[in-house]
């Protein structure tokens, strides 16, 4: 099989999605309200009274936000004398089957929270050797969305969260309830990160999202994290969403955890970076926040008809890395019309602007194209580039840009890099490594329909399997050494040696025999690549 670039992606998806979107339980990512970075335990039944009322009055239930999900610590300490789980009846005095019923009778779809150990990570009872009577029991409450933690397991072993979320998975979808998944995250942050790749190639086959790391910050973050800010917070999580690109299908997502819009010592331009990210990436957008203490230019972003459209496109594509260099992350990636986004994340501690040129987001100079940001609603024609102005510091611009008679052809362009070390293959005059992202043409690779790859600086030569593990750039020539195909694994395997494109100790761009999930060999690549699932 060989890599296809965009165009025929968008064929593709464009004549399969009014069937696809009746047969997926979850066709876009899930948007709403969950109580726990505000309030973690401390929930009761008017938290969510009064964030409903709120949601309605001020336009997030008409912009998407439906679901209202309870998190930890709703329920007694112990189960009922038959098993079943029971709600505190001091912070739920009506019951949870109330509360449901009024979370619909305003258009929210209640959501609710278990763990699948033997306790939360609360404390309160877990759901270990009880997922069919807890799954019926909460359905029976009136509860459509299930998080799954995975706090205090009886092994923590991968094989044992993958029989335990498995037998979730199979309730659930008797039931039609959509299923969140916090497996990955308890493999996250490994020095052999096999077992989390492991699990985040299950998870999309049980559930329809997953948290893969860290939570993001709660409102008290400083006793438990005195020294991560909420920015760093937002960048550690975005960090992980971008290596697990490929997961990501209508139907699944990737899930960097909440929204966390009045965290004490974000700045207004981090809490809209966070918003204009998270829709660029179509991850959940989920408000973990005292949503009546909000200020209207709060509610203003987050109600965003543009950015929200981008989160909500139905090829739910995850923008990937173009480029990287310490102060600018450059991302993209297509949505269903055919147009191409372009989002510009500025790291650096000064406000400051920065052009783009049109191969770099994958598309040859067409004449003049649309743009528009997505944040001002400015539209202008650009030529041969894109440039986004005065980006604060830790701010994001979301450029879309299209307009022109005919689809924009795509190349999917951008990095290729180590998701373990985080190197990045680079090309240069001395030849191929793997070093630190500069946004350097070198680091930029074009993967052609031919199943080639060709770095930017040098776009008549390709990749190729010189063989002996050897991997050199040669002028290009449509043989099978210089074809490569991606897998759901994230190898990236010769299609001449089947042997995979690999990372050694000295920082060497070689090939070696295919390994399982190992950290020398699983890459990420730019989103519409082809990806060979046997």
Request: overall charge negative; some cysteine.
């Amino acid at each position: 099989m060989s890599m296809h670039f965009m165009k025929r992606l968008l064929v593709v998806a464009m004549a399969l999605s009014p069937s696809f979107s009746t047969s997926v339980l979850q066709p876009t990512p899930p948007m709403g309200f969950n109580n726990w970075s505000a309030f973690m335990c401390g929930l009761n039944e008017s938290i969510f009274i009064d964030t409903a009322r709120l949601m309605v009055k001020n336009g997030l239930l008409d912009a998407g936000y439906n679901r209202i999900n309870l998190d930890d610590c709703w329920s007694t300490m112990e189960r009922a004398a038959n098993g079943s789980m029971v709600w505190d009846t001091e912070k739920f005095p009506r019951g949870l089957p109330w509360l449901t019923k009024y979370l619909k009778s305003l258009g929210f779809i209640p959501g609710i929270y278990t763990d699948a150990g033997k306790t939360s990570c609360g404390g309160y009872p877990g759901a270990y050797g009880y997922e069919e009577l807890d799954a019926k029991t909460f359905a029976s409450w009136g509860f459509e969305f299930l998080k799954v933690d995975g706090c205090n397991m009886p092994t923590g072993t991968e094989p044992e969260y993958k029989q335990v979320y498995g037998k979730w998975g199979d309730v659930l979808s008797k039931l039609g309830m959509v299923f969140s998944e916090s497996a990955p995250a308890y493999f996250a942050e490994a020095a052999n990160l096999t077992d989390w790749y492991s699990v985040m190639g299950w998870v999309p086959k049980f559930g329809q999202l997953a948290r893969h790391s860290r939570d993001t910050l709660v409102f008290n973050s400083t006793l438990y994290w005195p020294d991560i800010t909420g920015w760093d917070s937002i960048m550690f999580n975005y960090g992980q969403e971008v290596r697990l690109a490929r997961y990501q299908k209508p139907g699944y997502y990737n899930d960097p955890d909440f929204l966390i819009v009045d965290h004490f010592d974000l700045t207004m331009d981090e809490k809209k970076s966070h918003f204009a990210i998270w829709s660029a990436l179509s991850a959940p957008l989920i408000i973990s926040a005292w949503i009546p203490g909000f200020s209207a230019e709060e509610f203003k972003y987050l109600t965003n008809k543009d950015l929200i459209a981008v989160n909500q496109d139905p090829l739910v594509l995850q923008s990937t890395l173009v480029s990287q260099d310490g102060t600018w992350d450059v991302l993209t990636k297509s949505l269903a019309n055919g147009d191409r986004l372009m989002t510009v994340i500025n790291r650096g501690n000064s406000t400051a602007s920065i052009t783009v040129h049109f191969d770099r987001l994958g598309f040859s100079s067409v004449g003049p194209v649309q743009a528009k940001d997505l944040w001002t609603g400015t539209q202008w024609a650009a030529f041969n580039q894109v440039t986004a102005n005065n980006v604060p510091k830790h701010g994001t611009a979301v450029i879309r840009i299209g307009g022109v008679p005919k689809p924009l052809v795509i190349t999917p362009t951008g990095m290729i890099f180590n998701t373990f070390s985080l190197t990045t293959l680079t090309a240069t005059s001395k030849g191929l490594s793997w070093a630190n992202s500069t946004a350097a043409d070198g680091q930029v690779w074009q993967t052609k329909d031919d199943s080639t790859i060709r770095p930017l600086s040098s776009p008549t030569q390709c990749l190729a399997d010189v063989g002996h593990g050897k991997v050199e750039l040669q002028k290009c020539n449509g043989r099978d050494a210089q074809q490569w195909d991606y897998l759901y694994s994230g190898n990236l395997r010769s299609q001449s040696s089947n042997w995979c494109l690999t990372e050694t100790a000295e920082e060497k761009v070689a090939t070696a025999k295919c390994l399982y999930e190992d950290n020398t060999q699983v890459f990420g690549l730019p989103s519409g690549v082809e990806i060979v699932t046997k």
